[in-house]
């Protein structure tokens, strides 16, 4: 069922606590030599609440039995190499909680150094400060229970370094997004929300081996969901429209613009106490990335030669989902079958000039080479098809202590 999507975390508190609380963990991994731990801290003052959290996780390079490249008798043995990474995050977030609602900020750091393993020999070294702003007010205007605003501000970098620590490449990314909704009050007997969302952002990529053009973006959607229950049903249904644009700068490529849609429908059936049935359909329709229209070049971070296609379309897919719930006992779980058929999907393929039945590789200087580095990707587009199957059951060892799940799915693609 379409469904937009909130994230819901205590960065930005939305009540008020008791009594200070807090969580500290730490994990230990052997086959990457992990160290890693986490603290997360909220409480409030008077109406004032706050939440910090932090993080830290650092690993060796992955250990591995033989060698990590068997067909080159001087690969390294016994571990892969550079990869090895390090990660910390540290974040703040306040707010004042209401008798009608609250407003709060936050602010988060991340930053992470990390090896990609390959010859060259390539780490990506990466800062990240997110700024945040929400809020949420009830009854804010006749007729509605409630109105929620979430906005937040992206400040992205990251270096891809080369062997001697130099800098090969810097990409940069300014992103706005924001989102307000509004939650009606029942008509008929249906209840939902509308809203809107939007994201601006400024993608930027300099440097010797820059293979994409600084490129705008600007994202603009409304969006509504509706629901029902009546005996043992519930029924939903949701729409979205969208305008997106990608405008690439200083460059003769030409800029996009994808007038989108989704559209959903839904029901649930509750046959018999603790067992319900599920139908679901969706029609969307997604926009191709920056990456799929613009890249062209060397890309460090996956080894790769990117070749972009300004001229792709949208995607539209059409998805069915079949599903059986069992909510009560100790043994509780779902089946789920699911069917996607999506036109002009847009995905990455090999290429073979020659016609040696080998995917073409390059050098670092671009030039078709068989012993190259970076395999050649070229985007495009064709008509797709998923389907399989998913189950999982979850089983109380310790009612309300300890339980244990278990999951598997099989799948088919054509």
């Known amino acids: 069922m379409f469904w937009p999507l909130t994230v819901i975390t205590d960065r930005i ?28 801290a909220s409480g409030s003052l008077g109406r004032t609440s706050w939440n910090l959290e932090a993080f830290k996780r650092k690993t060796s390079n992955i250990k591995i039995p033989g060698r990590a490249d068997k067909s080159d008798p001087n690969s390294k043995s016994g571990v892969v190499k550079n990869s090895a990474t390090d990660t910390h995050n540290l974040s703040f977030g306040t707010s004042y909680v209401g008798e009608r609602g609250f407003l709060g900020a936050s602010i988060s750091r991340l930053e992470s150094l990390y090896g990609i393993p390959g010859p060259e020999g390539a780490k990506i070294d990466m800062g990240q400060t997110r700024y945040g702003l929400a809020g949420e007010l009830d009854d804010p205007l006749k007729g509605f229970k409630q109105l929620k605003m979430r906005f937040h501000y992206n400040d992205y970098k990251h270096d891809e370094l080369e062997e001697s620590g130099e800098i090969g490449t810097r990409f940069k990314n300014n992103e ?11 008509l ?22 820059a293979f994409m053009p600084s490129t705008k973006s600007h994202t603009v959607g409304l969006f509504m969901v509706e629901k029902r229950h009546w005996e043992r049903w519930q029924f939903e249904i949701g729409g979205r429209i969208e305008r997106a644009q990608q405008n690439p700068q200083g ?19 509750e046959f018999t106490d603790g067992y319900k049935l599920d139908l679901t359909a969706t029609r969307g329709q997604r926009a191709p990335t920056t990456l799929a229209l613009y890249a062209s070049g060397l890309h460090l971070a996956t080894n790769t030669f990117d070749t972009g296609n300004e001229a792709l379309t949208k995607e539209t897919s059409n998805n069915f989902d079949l599903a059986l719930h069992k909510t009560t006992g100790v043994i509780q779980g779902k089946v789920n079958l699911f069917y996607n058929q999506i036109n002009d999907y847009v995905f990455q393929r090999s290429n073979d000039s020659n016609g040696d039945g080998l995917a073409d590789r390059v050098n670092d200087e671009g030039i078709l080479n068989a012993n190259g580095s970076f395999l050649v990707q070229n ?25 244990l799940r278990l999951f598997t799915d099989i799948g088919q693609d054509q």
């Open 379 to 403: 985007f495009a587009q064709t008509g797709a098809k998923f389907y399989g199957a998913e189950a999982e059951a979850i089983i109380a060892l310790l009612p309300d202590t300890l339980n």
């Open 251 to 269: 460059t003769i490529l030409r800029s996009r613009d994808f007038n989108l849609y989704s559209v959903s429908t839904g029901g649930a059936w």
């Open 188 to 209: 008929a007997n249906w209840q939902g929300i509308m809203g809107v969302q939007f994201q601006n952002r400024d993608f930027s990529i300099a440097g010797e081996e």
């Open 176 to 186: 706005l997004d924001g989102r307000v909704e509004l939650l009606h009050n029942p």
């Open 13 to 40: 508190p939305d009540r008020i606590f008791k009594k200070p609380q807090g969580n500290l963990e730490s994990h230990y991994n052997s086959a990457t030599n992990e160290r890693s731990g986490a603290f997360n």
